[in-house]
């Protein structure tokens, strides 16, 4: 499950959303996040289908590879769906005891499991085709108004994506220490949840040494280069809108405009 993780990750390829500029696709994750939550049928829903599959087509990231992050939320959607489906008061369709299932319940738990499931593929997508360094260009760049009221804006995009960057490099650390912990009797697969659980604490003291371990590296390396932030600092390759960006917000200004009208006339 935790090799599963593809938030945070880049996938190296030549696609058009690969060559986009990385605050196009800031906004665009933004935009899609927000027409989930105003798509509220499944007519809606499928429409945000339609272009999601459209943005996976464009970006050249096996399906398989996309549909593989979702494995790491798995329990948490269950949770989530159950929760709904139970706790949603409204129409009896099936009782057990205090357990019932309404026809509100459903529908909420159908319309919950799609919002999460897109919002993880979207937000993978988004990593995917965006390298750490063009997300922290982007963010700064789109955040920059927030100078003015004294926002540490470069600190922030800063440390954003070091915690992307951290990702993998935790993901990688925590699989080396499970096979170093399996190969001395360990048991990660077996078991219930709550065994499970407690079959994770041995491996979960030596990821947090390593993890404070590399963040001190970190800041010594940053410190022995002299690094700041701050306004005046130059970038390696600056950020240039192009054609395809301008294409882009008039697609995205499109769809937008059919969420709103879908939540307006109630389809």
């Known amino acids: 499950m935790i090799r599963d993780i593809t938030i945070g990750q880049y996938y190296p390829a030549d696609s ?13 994750t933004v935009a899609f996040i927000v027409s989930i939550f105003v798509f509220h049928t499944f007519l809606g829903y499928a429409v945000a289908t339609v272009f999601l599959a459209a943005m996976i087509a464009l970006s ?6 996309m549909v593989r992050g979702l494995r790491s939320v798995f329990i948490l959607l ?3 769906v159950v929760f709904n489906i139970i706790l949603t008061p409204g129409e009896v369709l099936w009782r ?32 995917l085709t965006t390298t750490p360094n063009q997300l922290t260009d982007g963010l ?18 800063m440390m954003m994506s070091i915690a992307l960057r951290f990702i993998p490099i935790l993901l990688e650390e925590t699989d080396k220490i ?6 001395r009797g360990a048991d990660f697969e077996n078991g219930n949840i709550i065994q499970k659980a407690r079959n994770m604490v041995p491996m979960l003291v030596p990821l947090f040494i390593s993890a404070f371990r590399r963040a001190d590296d970190l800041a010594m390396a940053m410190e022995a280069r002299c690094y700041h932030g701050g306004d005046h600092r130059t970038q390696m390759n600056p950020l240039h809108y192009h054609a ?17 009208a879908f939540r307006v006339l109630g389809l």
């Open 244 to 260: 395809q960006d301008s294409i882009a917000f008039g697609i995205l200004g499109v769809y937008l405009g059919i969420a709103i």
């Open 60 to 65: 050249k990231v096996p399906v398989k590879f």
């Open 96 to 127: 057990w005891g205090f357990l019932k299932v309404t026809r509100e319940g459903l529908s909420l738990a159908g319309r919950m499991a799609i919002r999460l499931t897109y919002l993880v593929i979207g937000s993978s997508l988004m990593t």
């Open 16 to 28: 058009v959303l690969h060559r986009m500029d990385p605050r196009t696709k800031l906004v665009g």
């Open 78 to 80: 269950m949770i989530t």
């Open 140 to 157: 700064e760049r789109l955040l920059r108004p927030l100078n003015k009221i004294h926002v540490p804006v470069h600190e922030i995009a």
């Open 178 to 183: 499970m096979k170093a912990q399996i190969a």
